[in-house]
Protein backbone atom coordinates (compact mmCIF):
# COMPACT_ATOMS: atom_id res chain seq x y z
CA UNK A 1 0.00 0.00 0.00
CA UNK A 2 1.15 3.62 -0.86
CA UNK A 3 1.92 5.91 2.08
CA UNK A 4 -1.40 8.14 0.49
CA UNK A 5 -3.16 5.05 0.78
CA UNK A 6 -2.12 4.65 4.22
CA UNK A 7 -3.21 8.18 5.40
CA UNK A 8 -6.76 7.90 3.66
CA UNK A 9 -6.77 4.56 5.54
CA UNK A 10 -5.42 5.61 8.96
CA UNK A 11 -7.58 8.91 9.40
CA UNK A 12 -10.81 7.09 8.00
CA UNK A 13 -9.50 4.64 11.44
CA UNK A 14 -10.19 7.26 13.83
CA UNK A 15 -13.27 8.31 15.48
CA UNK A 16 -17.09 6.98 14.30
CA UNK A 17 -17.45 6.59 10.76
CA UNK A 18 -19.93 9.83 9.23
CA UNK A 19 -23.33 8.47 9.01
CA UNK A 20 -24.61 7.45 5.21
CA UNK A 21 -21.05 7.44 4.04
CA UNK A 22 -20.60 6.10 0.73
CA UNK A 23 -18.51 2.71 0.82
CA UNK A 24 -16.91 0.58 -1.43
CA UNK A 25 -18.40 -2.60 -0.35
CA UNK A 26 -21.07 -3.35 2.76
CA UNK A 27 -21.22 -7.03 4.10
CA UNK A 28 -24.93 -7.08 5.43
CA UNK A 29 -26.56 -9.44 8.23
CA UNK A 30 -23.77 -11.53 8.92
CA UNK A 31 -22.31 -13.50 12.00
CA UNK A 32 -18.94 -11.84 12.50
CA UNK A 33 -16.35 -13.94 14.66
CA UNK A 34 -14.08 -11.51 14.34
CA UNK A 35 -11.05 -13.56 15.57
CA UNK A 36 -10.46 -12.15 19.35
CA UNK A 37 -12.44 -13.80 20.96
CA UNK A 38 -16.51 -12.03 20.17
CA UNK A 39 -19.24 -13.49 18.06
CA UNK A 40 -22.19 -10.90 17.25
CA UNK A 41 -24.78 -10.28 14.54
CA UNK A 42 -23.95 -7.02 12.42
CA UNK A 43 -22.35 -5.68 9.22
CA UNK A 44 -19.10 -4.91 7.85
CA UNK A 45 -18.48 -1.56 5.96
CA UNK A 46 -15.25 -1.99 3.21
CA UNK A 47 -13.44 0.93 1.86
CA UNK A 48 -10.38 0.88 -0.60
CA UNK A 49 -8.46 -2.09 1.19
CA UNK A 50 -9.70 -1.44 5.30
CA UNK A 51 -12.16 -2.82 7.53
CA UNK A 52 -13.84 0.97 8.59
CA UNK A 53 -17.02 -0.34 10.26
CA UNK A 54 -17.99 -3.14 11.84
CA UNK A 55 -21.47 -3.94 13.85
CA UNK A 56 -24.21 -1.66 13.27
CA UNK A 57 -23.27 0.36 9.75
CA UNK A 58 -25.25 2.79 8.28
CA UNK A 59 -23.97 3.49 4.44
CA UNK A 60 -24.37 3.48 0.68
CA UNK A 61 -21.92 1.16 -0.65
CA UNK A 62 -21.06 0.34 -4.26
CA UNK A 63 -21.74 -3.41 -3.50
CA UNK A 64 -23.53 -4.90 -0.89
CA UNK A 65 -23.39 -8.52 0.16
CA UNK A 66 -26.30 -9.98 1.75
CA UNK A 67 -24.67 -12.23 4.44
CA UNK A 68 -28.01 -13.89 5.91
CA UNK A 69 -26.78 -16.82 7.54
CA UNK A 70 -23.30 -16.82 6.92
CA UNK A 71 -20.08 -16.40 9.04
CA UNK A 72 -17.87 -13.82 8.13
CA UNK A 73 -14.34 -14.66 9.97
CA UNK A 74 -11.26 -12.97 9.13
CA UNK A 75 -9.41 -14.83 6.02
CA UNK A 76 -7.27 -17.95 6.55
CA UNK A 77 -3.66 -17.43 7.18
CA UNK A 78 -1.48 -20.27 6.80
CA UNK A 79 1.48 -20.20 8.60
CA UNK A 80 3.06 -23.44 6.75
CA UNK A 81 2.71 -23.16 2.78
CA UNK A 82 4.85 -24.08 0.20
CA UNK A 83 3.03 -21.52 -2.14
CA UNK A 84 6.21 -19.71 -3.18
CA UNK A 85 7.42 -22.61 -5.58
CA UNK A 86 3.95 -21.99 -7.12
CA UNK A 87 3.05 -18.34 -7.26
CA UNK A 88 4.61 -17.35 -10.89
CA UNK A 89 2.86 -20.04 -12.21
CA UNK A 90 -0.82 -20.13 -10.99
CA UNK A 91 -0.76 -16.47 -9.79
CA UNK A 92 -4.32 -17.08 -9.13
CA UNK A 93 -3.51 -19.30 -5.83
CA UNK A 94 -7.43 -20.85 -6.87
CA UNK A 95 -6.62 -23.82 -4.20
CA UNK A 96 -5.76 -21.96 -1.40
CA UNK A 97 -8.26 -18.92 -1.70
CA UNK A 98 -11.60 -20.80 -2.94
CA UNK A 99 -10.96 -23.03 1.05
CA UNK A 100 -10.63 -19.56 2.72
CA UNK A 101 -6.84 -18.48 2.71
CA UNK A 102 -6.15 -15.14 2.22
CA UNK A 103 -2.17 -15.12 3.16
CA UNK A 104 -0.03 -17.53 3.54
CA UNK A 105 3.72 -17.52 5.02
CA UNK A 106 5.87 -19.46 2.37
CA UNK A 107 9.31 -20.72 2.04
CA UNK A 108 9.08 -23.58 4.25
CA UNK A 109 10.80 -26.99 5.17
CA UNK A 110 14.40 -24.84 4.84
CA UNK A 111 13.44 -24.19 0.67
CA UNK A 112 12.89 -20.40 -0.65
CA UNK A 113 13.00 -19.82 -3.89
CA UNK A 114 16.32 -17.53 -3.62
CA UNK A 115 18.66 -17.14 -3.06
CA UNK A 116 20.40 -19.03 -5.86
CA UNK A 117 23.88 -19.48 -7.35
CA UNK A 118 24.79 -21.99 -9.98
CA UNK A 119 22.59 -24.63 -8.36
CA UNK A 120 18.49 -24.69 -7.46
CA UNK A 121 16.49 -26.92 -6.52
CA UNK A 122 13.54 -27.44 -8.94
CA UNK A 123 10.14 -26.14 -9.37
CA UNK A 124 6.98 -29.03 -9.08
CA UNK A 125 6.12 -27.53 -12.30
CA UNK A 126 8.86 -29.22 -14.08
CA UNK A 127 8.54 -32.88 -12.32
CA UNK A 128 8.13 -34.41 -15.29
CA UNK A 129 10.05 -32.99 -17.80
CA UNK A 130 13.54 -33.57 -15.65
CA UNK A 131 12.21 -37.30 -14.86
CA UNK A 132 11.83 -37.72 -18.77
CA UNK A 133 15.13 -35.88 -19.77
CA UNK A 134 17.70 -37.64 -17.60
CA UNK A 135 15.18 -40.61 -15.39
CA UNK A 136 16.11 -42.20 -12.52
CA UNK A 137 14.83 -45.01 -10.42
CA UNK A 138 14.94 -44.18 -7.15
CA UNK A 139 15.44 -40.75 -5.74
CA UNK A 140 15.20 -37.38 -8.27
CA UNK A 141 17.62 -34.84 -8.41
CA UNK A 142 17.84 -32.96 -5.19
CA UNK A 143 19.82 -30.09 -7.25
CA UNK A 144 20.12 -29.15 -10.68
CA UNK A 145 22.07 -26.41 -12.51
CA UNK A 146 20.04 -23.43 -12.79
CA UNK A 147 20.94 -23.29 -16.58
CA UNK A 148 19.40 -26.62 -16.86
CA UNK A 149 16.66 -25.98 -15.28
CA UNK A 150 15.60 -22.67 -16.87
CA UNK A 151 16.37 -24.47 -20.53
CA UNK A 152 13.56 -27.08 -19.47
CA UNK A 153 11.01 -23.82 -18.14
CA UNK A 154 11.90 -21.52 -21.26
CA UNK A 155 10.89 -24.57 -23.46
CA UNK A 156 7.59 -24.99 -21.39
CA UNK A 157 6.76 -21.70 -20.98
CA UNK A 158 8.61 -19.38 -22.56
CA UNK A 159 9.84 -17.79 -19.45
CA UNK A 160 12.87 -18.78 -17.00
CA UNK A 161 14.13 -17.91 -13.45
CA UNK A 162 15.84 -14.44 -13.43
CA UNK A 163 16.01 -13.77 -9.74
CA UNK A 164 19.09 -14.61 -7.89
CA UNK A 165 17.82 -12.98 -4.43
CA UNK A 166 14.54 -12.77 -2.67
CA UNK A 167 14.29 -9.26 -3.42
CA UNK A 168 14.30 -10.04 -6.95
CA UNK A 169 11.56 -12.75 -6.24
CA UNK A 170 9.53 -10.25 -5.15
CA UNK A 171 9.53 -8.81 -7.78
CA UNK A 172 8.82 -11.89 -10.32
CA UNK A 173 5.73 -12.66 -8.35
CA UNK A 174 4.54 -8.87 -7.99
CA UNK A 175 4.78 -8.22 -11.69
CA UNK A 176 2.27 -10.71 -12.34
CA UNK A 177 0.16 -10.10 -9.50
CA UNK A 178 -0.94 -12.55 -7.08
CA UNK A 179 -4.44 -13.87 -5.58
CA UNK A 180 -3.57 -13.84 -1.89
CA UNK A 181 -0.57 -12.36 0.51
CA UNK A 182 2.45 -13.71 0.72
CA UNK A 183 4.51 -13.79 4.02
CA UNK A 184 8.13 -14.90 3.13
CA UNK A 185 10.42 -17.38 4.73
CA UNK A 186 13.92 -17.31 4.18
CA UNK A 187 14.79 -21.41 3.91
CA UNK A 188 17.95 -22.51 5.74
CA UNK A 189 18.47 -25.01 3.16
CA UNK A 190 18.21 -22.99 0.05
CA UNK A 191 20.85 -20.88 1.55
CA UNK A 192 23.32 -24.10 2.53
CA UNK A 193 22.66 -25.20 -1.09
CA UNK A 194 23.47 -21.50 -2.39
CA UNK A 195 26.87 -21.62 -0.23
CA UNK A 196 27.90 -25.17 -0.37
CA UNK A 197 26.83 -26.08 -3.98
CA UNK A 198 26.55 -29.72 -4.81
CA UNK A 199 29.27 -30.53 -2.16
CA UNK A 200 26.46 -30.48 0.96
CA UNK A 201 26.73 -34.10 2.67
CA UNK A 202 28.98 -32.68 5.28
CA UNK A 203 29.15 -30.30 8.10
CA UNK A 204 29.78 -27.00 7.13
CA UNK A 205 32.67 -24.94 7.54
CA UNK A 206 33.09 -21.77 9.92
CA UNK A 207 33.84 -19.84 6.89
CA UNK A 208 30.63 -21.45 5.45
CA UNK A 209 28.62 -20.73 8.32
CA UNK A 210 29.99 -17.06 8.10
CA UNK A 211 29.00 -17.02 4.74
CA UNK A 212 24.92 -18.32 5.83
CA UNK A 213 24.85 -15.55 7.89
CA UNK A 214 25.61 -12.91 5.72
CA UNK A 215 22.95 -14.35 3.07
CA UNK A 216 20.43 -15.02 6.16
CA UNK A 217 20.72 -11.20 7.58
CA UNK A 218 20.67 -10.16 3.00
CA UNK A 219 16.73 -12.30 3.01
CA UNK A 220 15.76 -10.33 6.67
CA UNK A 221 16.97 -7.14 5.13
CA UNK A 222 15.13 -7.38 1.65
CA UNK A 223 12.20 -8.33 3.68
CA UNK A 224 11.75 -11.95 4.92
CA UNK A 225 10.46 -12.45 8.22
CA UNK A 226 12.11 -15.76 9.56
CA UNK A 227 14.04 -18.55 8.42
CA UNK A 228 12.81 -21.84 7.74
CA UNK A 229 14.77 -25.62 8.22
CA UNK A 230 14.66 -28.77 6.82
CA UNK A 231 15.95 -31.27 9.20
CA UNK A 232 14.68 -34.48 7.63
CA UNK A 233 15.69 -33.56 3.92
CA UNK A 234 19.11 -32.58 1.92
CA UNK A 235 21.34 -30.62 2.89
CA UNK A 236 19.56 -29.53 6.05
CA UNK A 237 19.81 -32.93 7.39
CA UNK A 238 23.73 -32.48 7.41
CA UNK A 239 23.52 -29.45 9.69
CA UNK A 240 25.18 -29.84 12.85
CA UNK A 241 23.96 -28.25 16.03
CA UNK A 242 26.64 -25.08 16.18
CA UNK A 243 25.21 -24.16 12.38
CA UNK A 244 21.67 -24.31 13.06
CA UNK A 245 22.62 -22.09 16.55
CA UNK A 246 24.73 -19.98 14.52
CA UNK A 247 22.29 -19.37 11.36
CA UNK A 248 19.25 -18.96 13.37
CA UNK A 249 21.24 -16.12 15.72
CA UNK A 250 21.45 -14.10 13.00
CA UNK A 251 17.12 -13.50 12.78
CA UNK A 252 17.53 -12.18 16.60
CA UNK A 253 18.28 -8.55 15.60
CA UNK A 254 14.95 -8.81 13.02
CA UNK A 255 13.02 -10.44 15.30
CA UNK A 256 12.74 -13.10 13.13
CA UNK A 257 11.09 -16.17 13.86
CA UNK A 258 12.83 -19.84 13.52
CA UNK A 259 10.37 -22.26 11.76
CA UNK A 260 11.67 -25.60 11.52
CA UNK A 261 10.85 -28.63 10.13
CA UNK A 262 11.75 -30.82 13.13
CA UNK A 263 13.68 -34.17 12.50
CA UNK A 264 11.10 -36.86 12.51
CA UNK A 265 12.35 -39.73 10.08
CA UNK A 266 15.77 -39.17 9.19
CA UNK A 267 17.21 -38.19 5.91
CA UNK A 268 14.84 -40.14 3.86
CA UNK A 269 17.17 -41.93 1.66
CA UNK A 270 19.08 -45.49 1.87
CA UNK A 271 16.70 -46.67 4.79
CA UNK A 272 17.97 -50.37 4.73
CA UNK A 273 16.86 -52.97 7.37
CA UNK A 274 18.30 -51.84 10.85
CA UNK A 275 19.05 -48.07 9.53
CA UNK A 276 18.68 -45.59 12.41
CA UNK A 277 15.27 -44.31 12.82
CA UNK A 278 14.80 -40.60 14.11
CA UNK A 279 13.41 -40.86 17.69
CA UNK A 280 10.74 -37.54 16.44
CA UNK A 281 10.57 -35.96 20.62
CA UNK A 282 14.20 -36.03 20.26
CA UNK A 283 13.83 -33.52 17.41
CA UNK A 284 11.29 -31.63 19.16
CA UNK A 285 13.31 -31.25 22.12
CA UNK A 286 16.38 -30.50 19.30
CA UNK A 287 14.92 -27.27 17.83
CA UNK A 288 13.55 -25.90 21.46
CA UNK A 289 16.96 -26.38 22.68
CA UNK A 290 18.02 -24.12 19.53
CA UNK A 291 15.30 -21.24 20.62
CA UNK A 292 16.60 -21.83 24.01
CA UNK A 293 20.07 -21.41 23.09
CA UNK A 294 19.51 -18.20 20.33
CA UNK A 295 16.18 -16.84 22.18
CA UNK A 296 14.73 -16.48 18.74
CA UNK A 297 10.81 -16.82 18.48
CA UNK A 298 9.91 -20.44 17.54
CA UNK A 299 6.91 -21.49 15.31
CA UNK A 300 6.77 -25.59 15.22
CA UNK A 301 6.50 -26.84 11.99
CA UNK A 302 3.60 -29.56 11.24
CA UNK A 303 3.58 -30.92 14.72
CA UNK A 304 3.26 -34.71 14.79
CA UNK A 305 3.57 -37.23 17.62
CA UNK A 306 6.93 -37.70 19.58
CA UNK A 307 6.66 -41.57 19.16
CA UNK A 308 6.65 -43.77 16.33
CA UNK A 309 3.93 -46.36 17.68
CA UNK A 310 3.13 -49.16 15.06
CA UNK A 311 0.31 -51.00 16.90
CA UNK A 312 -2.84 -49.37 15.94
CA UNK A 313 -3.40 -47.08 19.09
CA UNK A 314 -6.15 -46.49 21.18
CA UNK A 315 -7.88 -43.53 22.13
CA UNK A 316 -6.46 -43.64 25.53
CA UNK A 317 -3.03 -44.12 23.88
CA UNK A 318 -3.58 -41.28 21.43
CA UNK A 319 -4.47 -38.80 23.05
CA UNK A 320 -1.46 -39.50 26.02
CA UNK A 321 1.34 -39.54 23.52
CA UNK A 322 -0.65 -36.00 21.97
CA UNK A 323 -0.09 -34.78 25.72
CA UNK A 324 3.50 -36.34 26.25
CA UNK A 325 4.64 -34.60 22.76
CA UNK A 326 3.41 -31.38 24.60
CA UNK A 327 5.30 -31.46 27.62
CA UNK A 328 8.60 -30.41 26.32
CA UNK A 329 6.98 -27.24 24.58
CA UNK A 330 5.16 -26.30 27.46
CA UNK A 331 8.04 -26.52 29.78
CA UNK A 332 9.49 -24.04 27.24
CA UNK A 333 6.98 -21.88 27.55
CA UNK A 334 6.56 -22.29 31.06
CA UNK A 335 10.27 -20.84 30.86
CA UNK A 336 9.48 -17.82 28.62
CA UNK A 337 10.24 -18.90 25.35
CA UNK A 338 8.06 -17.74 22.73
CA UNK A 339 6.81 -21.10 21.47
CA UNK A 340 3.60 -21.70 18.75
CA UNK A 341 3.02 -24.80 16.43
CA UNK A 342 1.20 -25.59 13.30
CA UNK A 343 -0.75 -28.52 12.51
CA UNK A 344 -2.34 -30.15 9.19
CA UNK A 345 -5.79 -31.37 9.31
CA UNK A 346 -6.08 -34.12 7.28
CA UNK A 347 -4.93 -37.25 8.51
CA UNK A 348 -4.11 -38.54 5.14
CA UNK A 349 -0.66 -36.91 4.45
CA UNK A 350 0.15 -38.73 1.15
CA UNK A 351 -2.19 -39.92 -1.34
CA UNK A 352 -0.84 -42.61 -3.38
CA UNK A 353 -3.01 -42.41 -5.58
CA UNK A 354 -2.87 -45.45 -7.38
CA UNK A 355 -2.58 -48.63 -5.08
CA UNK A 356 0.84 -49.21 -7.14
CA UNK A 357 1.87 -45.91 -6.70
CA UNK A 358 4.62 -46.52 -3.74
CA UNK A 359 5.86 -49.61 -3.45
CA UNK A 360 6.21 -50.33 -6.79
CA UNK A 361 7.37 -47.03 -7.83
CA UNK A 362 10.86 -48.14 -9.26
CA UNK A 363 9.12 -50.83 -10.83
CA UNK A 364 6.82 -47.96 -12.84
CA UNK A 365 9.98 -46.06 -13.90
CA UNK A 366 11.35 -49.09 -15.16
CA UNK A 367 8.69 -50.99 -16.96
CA UNK A 368 7.17 -47.70 -18.05
CA UNK A 369 3.25 -48.48 -17.11
CA UNK A 370 0.80 -49.65 -14.77
CA UNK A 371 -0.63 -52.31 -16.79
CA UNK A 372 3.36 -53.89 -17.70
CA UNK A 373 3.86 -54.03 -13.56
CA UNK A 374 0.26 -55.90 -13.54
CA UNK A 375 1.32 -58.26 -16.08
CA UNK A 376 4.76 -58.88 -13.85
CA UNK A 377 3.31 -59.26 -10.84
CA UNK A 378 1.89 -62.44 -12.09
CA UNK A 379 4.72 -63.90 -11.37
CA UNK A 380 5.97 -65.27 -8.20
CA UNK A 381 9.78 -64.17 -9.16
CA UNK A 382 9.02 -60.89 -9.98
CA UNK A 383 7.12 -60.82 -6.71
CA UNK A 384 10.04 -62.11 -4.38
CA UNK A 385 12.13 -59.21 -5.98
CA UNK A 386 10.37 -56.58 -5.60
CA UNK A 387 9.85 -57.54 -1.79
CA UNK A 388 14.19 -57.52 -1.87
CA UNK A 389 14.04 -54.15 -2.69
CA UNK A 390 11.84 -52.75 -0.17
CA UNK A 391 14.15 -54.81 2.24
CA UNK A 392 17.22 -53.01 0.91
CA UNK A 393 15.20 -49.89 1.55
CA UNK A 394 16.60 -47.95 -1.85
CA UNK A 395 12.72 -46.11 -2.01
CA UNK A 396 11.65 -44.18 0.87
CA UNK A 397 8.83 -45.31 2.33
CA UNK A 398 7.15 -44.33 5.54
CA UNK A 399 6.79 -45.97 8.76
CA UNK A 400 2.87 -46.18 8.55
CA UNK A 401 3.13 -48.38 4.99
CA UNK A 402 6.75 -49.80 5.32
CA UNK A 403 6.09 -53.82 5.37
CA UNK A 404 9.94 -53.94 5.87
CA UNK A 405 9.70 -52.18 9.75
CA UNK A 406 6.06 -52.12 10.47
CA UNK A 407 3.55 -55.51 10.84
CA UNK A 408 0.79 -53.17 10.79
CA UNK A 409 1.59 -51.48 7.58
CA UNK A 410 -1.67 -52.93 5.75
CA UNK A 411 -3.82 -51.42 7.72
CA UNK A 412 -3.08 -48.28 7.11
CA UNK A 413 -3.31 -48.66 3.87
CA UNK A 414 -6.80 -48.25 2.43
CA UNK A 415 -8.18 -48.81 -0.90
CA UNK A 416 -10.05 -46.27 -2.24
CA UNK A 417 -11.21 -47.91 -5.65
CA UNK A 418 -11.28 -51.20 -7.01
CA UNK A 419 -12.93 -53.49 -9.68
CA UNK A 420 -13.83 -55.70 -6.91
CA UNK A 421 -16.28 -53.81 -5.22
CA UNK A 422 -15.99 -56.28 -2.12
CA UNK A 423 -12.90 -54.66 -1.02
CA UNK A 424 -13.20 -51.03 -2.16
CA UNK A 425 -13.09 -48.34 0.72
CA UNK A 426 -11.63 -50.92 3.44
CA UNK A 427 -8.00 -51.53 4.12
CA UNK A 428 -5.12 -53.71 2.82
CA UNK A 429 -5.47 -55.36 5.89
CA UNK A 430 -9.16 -56.52 6.02
CA UNK A 431 -9.09 -57.20 1.96
CA UNK A 432 -6.61 -59.84 2.93
CA UNK A 433 -8.37 -61.48 5.50
CA UNK A 434 -11.65 -61.50 3.43
CA UNK A 435 -9.25 -63.45 0.42
CA UNK A 436 -7.06 -65.61 3.15
CA UNK A 437 -3.63 -64.45 1.63
CA UNK A 438 -0.88 -62.64 3.67
CA UNK A 439 -1.37 -58.91 2.69
CA UNK A 440 1.87 -58.22 0.58
CA UNK A 441 0.48 -61.51 -1.88
CA UNK A 442 -3.09 -59.61 -1.66
CA UNK A 443 -1.78 -56.38 -2.97
CA UNK A 444 0.19 -57.77 -6.25
CA UNK A 445 -2.98 -59.61 -6.99
CA UNK A 446 -5.11 -56.38 -6.27
CA UNK A 447 -2.48 -54.77 -8.56
CA UNK A 448 -2.87 -57.36 -10.98
CA UNK A 449 -6.75 -57.00 -11.07
CA UNK A 450 -6.76 -53.70 -11.27
CA UNK A 451 -3.79 -51.78 -12.06
CA UNK A 452 -5.83 -48.64 -12.14
CA UNK A 453 -7.07 -49.10 -8.66
CA UNK A 454 -6.81 -45.80 -6.18
CA UNK A 455 -5.03 -46.20 -2.86
CA UNK A 456 -4.55 -44.00 -0.08
CA UNK A 457 -2.63 -43.78 3.29
CA UNK A 458 -4.21 -43.00 6.36
CA UNK A 459 -1.79 -41.97 8.71
CA UNK A 460 -1.14 -42.83 12.97
CA UNK A 461 -0.02 -39.03 12.91
CA UNK A 462 -3.70 -38.26 12.29
CA UNK A 463 -5.24 -40.23 14.77
CA UNK A 464 -8.21 -37.98 16.04
CA UNK A 465 -7.28 -38.30 19.64
CA UNK A 466 -3.86 -36.68 19.07
CA UNK A 467 -4.86 -34.31 16.89
CA UNK A 468 -7.46 -33.00 19.41
CA UNK A 469 -4.83 -32.68 22.22
CA UNK A 470 -2.78 -30.56 19.54
CA UNK A 471 -5.65 -28.46 18.08
CA UNK A 472 -6.95 -27.88 21.92
CA UNK A 473 -3.21 -26.12 22.97
CA UNK A 474 -3.96 -22.62 22.98
CA UNK A 475 -0.36 -22.38 21.09
CA UNK A 476 -1.67 -25.34 18.53
CA UNK A 477 -2.87 -24.01 14.85
CA UNK A 478 -3.39 -25.12 11.20
CA UNK A 479 -1.05 -24.89 8.92
CA UNK A 480 -1.74 -26.78 5.79
CA UNK A 481 1.58 -27.88 4.13
CA UNK A 482 1.07 -27.86 0.37
CA UNK A 483 1.03 -25.62 -3.01
CA UNK A 484 -1.26 -23.92 -4.53
CA UNK A 485 -3.24 -24.27 -8.09
CA UNK A 486 -5.29 -23.09 -10.35
CA UNK A 487 -5.83 -26.33 -12.13
CA UNK A 488 -7.80 -29.06 -10.79
CA UNK A 489 -6.90 -31.68 -12.67
CA UNK A 490 -3.39 -31.75 -11.72
CA UNK A 491 -1.70 -35.53 -11.74
CA UNK A 492 1.98 -36.21 -12.68
CA UNK A 493 2.53 -38.21 -16.09
CA UNK A 494 5.36 -40.00 -14.36
CA UNK A 495 5.62 -42.41 -11.41
CA UNK A 496 4.16 -42.47 -8.50
CA UNK A 497 2.03 -40.25 -10.66
CA UNK A 498 1.45 -37.52 -7.70
CA UNK A 499 -1.13 -35.80 -7.07
CA UNK A 500 -1.87 -32.65 -4.97
CA UNK A 501 -2.62 -33.72 -1.21
CA UNK A 502 -5.86 -33.41 0.49
CA UNK A 503 -5.27 -30.16 2.22
CA UNK A 504 -4.24 -28.49 -0.90
CA UNK A 505 -7.71 -28.51 -1.73
CA UNK A 506 -10.00 -28.80 1.35
CA UNK A 507 -7.92 -28.46 4.61
CA UNK A 508 -9.59 -25.61 6.11
CA UNK A 509 -13.06 -27.25 5.42
CA UNK A 510 -11.94 -30.23 6.90
CA UNK A 511 -10.69 -28.85 10.35
CA UNK A 512 -13.91 -26.79 10.48
CA UNK A 513 -16.23 -29.65 9.96
CA UNK A 514 -14.32 -32.31 11.90
CA UNK A 515 -13.41 -30.15 14.73
CA UNK A 516 -15.71 -27.36 15.11
CA UNK A 517 -19.21 -28.25 13.21
CA UNK A 518 -19.62 -32.51 13.61
CA UNK A 519 -17.57 -32.97 16.66
CA UNK A 520 -17.66 -29.96 18.54
CA UNK A 521 -14.05 -30.46 19.54
CA UNK A 522 -13.69 -26.43 19.33
CA UNK A 523 -15.68 -23.47 19.57
CA UNK A 524 -16.10 -21.21 16.60
CA UNK A 525 -14.36 -18.57 18.48
CA UNK A 526 -11.24 -20.98 19.03
CA UNK A 527 -11.34 -22.49 15.51
CA UNK A 528 -10.63 -18.77 13.62
CA UNK A 529 -8.30 -17.79 16.44
CA UNK A 530 -6.41 -20.74 15.10
CA UNK A 531 -6.79 -20.06 11.43
CA UNK A 532 -5.84 -16.38 11.70
CA UNK A 533 -5.49 -14.32 14.87
CA UNK A 534 -2.62 -16.50 16.15
CA UNK A 535 -0.68 -16.64 12.79
CA UNK A 536 -1.02 -13.47 12.87
CA UNK A 537 0.47 -12.62 15.90
CA UNK A 538 3.05 -14.68 15.26
CA UNK A 539 4.39 -13.74 12.11
CA UNK A 540 3.46 -9.94 13.45
CA UNK A 541 0.78 -9.61 10.70
CA UNK A 542 -0.13 -6.22 11.91
CA UNK A 543 -3.89 -5.34 11.51
CA UNK A 544 -4.72 -8.93 10.04
CA UNK A 545 -6.18 -12.29 11.34
CA UNK A 546 -8.72 -10.36 12.97
CA UNK A 547 -12.15 -7.81 11.85
CA UNK A 548 -11.87 -4.72 13.70
CA UNK A 549 -12.02 -0.85 12.20
CA UNK A 550 -8.66 -0.29 10.72
CA UNK A 551 -7.96 -3.87 9.41
CA UNK A 552 -7.39 -5.01 6.33
CA UNK A 553 -10.02 -6.22 4.70
CA UNK A 554 -9.12 -9.97 4.18
CA UNK A 555 -12.39 -11.69 5.53
CA UNK A 556 -14.05 -15.12 3.94
CA UNK A 557 -17.89 -15.23 4.55
CA UNK A 558 -18.50 -19.28 5.48
CA UNK A 559 -22.09 -21.28 5.44
CA UNK A 560 -20.79 -23.68 7.82
CA UNK A 561 -23.85 -26.10 7.89
CA UNK A 562 -23.35 -26.05 3.81
CA UNK A 563 -19.51 -26.53 4.12
CA UNK A 564 -18.92 -29.71 2.67
CA UNK A 565 -16.09 -31.71 0.79
CA UNK A 566 -16.56 -32.45 -2.75
CA UNK A 567 -16.17 -36.21 -4.11
CA UNK A 568 -12.97 -38.10 -2.68
CA UNK A 569 -10.37 -36.18 -1.19
CA UNK A 570 -8.06 -38.70 -1.50
CA UNK A 571 -8.68 -38.81 -5.21
CA UNK A 572 -9.74 -35.68 -6.37
CA UNK A 573 -8.63 -31.92 -6.53
CA UNK A 574 -12.29 -30.07 -5.84
CA UNK A 575 -13.07 -27.19 -4.48
CA UNK A 576 -15.43 -27.43 -1.09
CA UNK A 577 -18.84 -25.68 -1.17
CA UNK A 578 -19.44 -23.17 1.64
CA UNK A 579 -16.82 -21.20 1.09
CA UNK A 580 -19.04 -18.03 -0.50
CA UNK A 581 -17.42 -15.15 -0.17
CA UNK A 582 -13.52 -14.43 0.10
CA UNK A 583 -12.19 -10.87 0.13
CA UNK A 584 -8.17 -9.70 0.12
CA UNK A 585 -7.47 -6.57 0.63
CA UNK A 586 -10.82 -5.17 0.16
CA UNK A 587 -11.11 -7.27 -3.32
CA UNK A 588 -13.45 -10.13 -4.08
CA UNK A 589 -11.90 -12.57 -5.29
CA UNK A 590 -14.27 -15.07 -4.29
CA UNK A 591 -17.91 -14.52 -5.13
CA UNK A 592 -20.50 -16.49 -4.80
CA UNK A 593 -18.46 -19.62 -4.56
CA UNK A 594 -16.71 -18.33 -7.79
CA UNK A 595 -12.89 -17.29 -8.42
CA UNK A 596 -13.33 -13.69 -10.05
CA UNK A 597 -9.71 -13.78 -11.51
CA UNK A 598 -8.70 -10.69 -9.49
CA UNK A 599 -4.99 -11.09 -8.19
CA UNK A 600 -5.26 -7.73 -5.13
CA UNK A 601 -2.70 -10.15 -2.91
CA UNK A 602 0.31 -8.68 -1.36
CA UNK A 603 3.96 -9.63 -0.40
CA UNK A 604 4.30 -9.17 3.05
CA UNK A 605 7.51 -8.21 3.67
CA UNK A 606 8.95 -6.90 6.90
CA UNK A 607 9.07 -3.63 5.67
CA UNK A 608 5.46 -3.11 4.81
CA UNK A 609 4.16 -4.84 8.37
CA UNK A 610 5.94 -2.29 10.05
CA UNK A 611 4.38 0.53 8.23
CA UNK A 612 0.69 0.10 8.75
CA UNK A 613 0.44 2.35 11.68
ZN1 LIG B 1 8.11 -30.13 6.23
Not at 32 to 48: F, H, L, M, N, T
Not at 409 to 435: C, F, P, Q, Y
Not at 446 to 457: C, F, K, N, V, Y
Request: glycine share 10%; charged share 25%; hydrophobic share 40%.
Amino acid sequence: MGSAALKAHHFLSQGPPPSNMDIDILIRDVTIVDGVGERYRGSIAIQGDSIIEVGQVKAKAGTVINAKGLIAAPGFIDPHSHADWWLPWYPGCESAVMQGCTTVVAGQCGGSPAPIREYTRLPGVIHDEVYERSPYLYHGPTLMRLDEVNQILLGKYGWGIDYRIMAEFFSHVAAKGVAVNYVPLLGHGTVRFAVMGEDYKREATDGEITEMRRLIRQGMDEGCVGLSSGLDYDPGVFASATEMDECVKALKPYDGVYVPHWRRTGRRRDVKMGSYQAEPINGIKEVLDTARRTRVRLNIAHLAPGWHINQPLTPGIGAAVGRATLEPIDEAIAEGLDVNFDVIPWECWEPLPYLCSLHFTQWLRLLGSRARLAEWLRAEEFRKKAWEEIEQGRLFQRLVINPCINPHWSENLRIVEHKDGAVTGGSLAMAAKKRGKDPWNTLCDLITEDPDSRGAHTDYRGMEDQMTEFFKHPRGVVGLDVGVMDDRDVENRTPPYATPLPDTFTGYPKFFIRYVRDRRLLTLEEAVRKCAAIPAATFRLRDRGVLRPGAYADIVLMDLEGLSIVGNPELSATYPTGIRYVLVNGELVVKDGVHTGARPGRILTRDTLQQHE
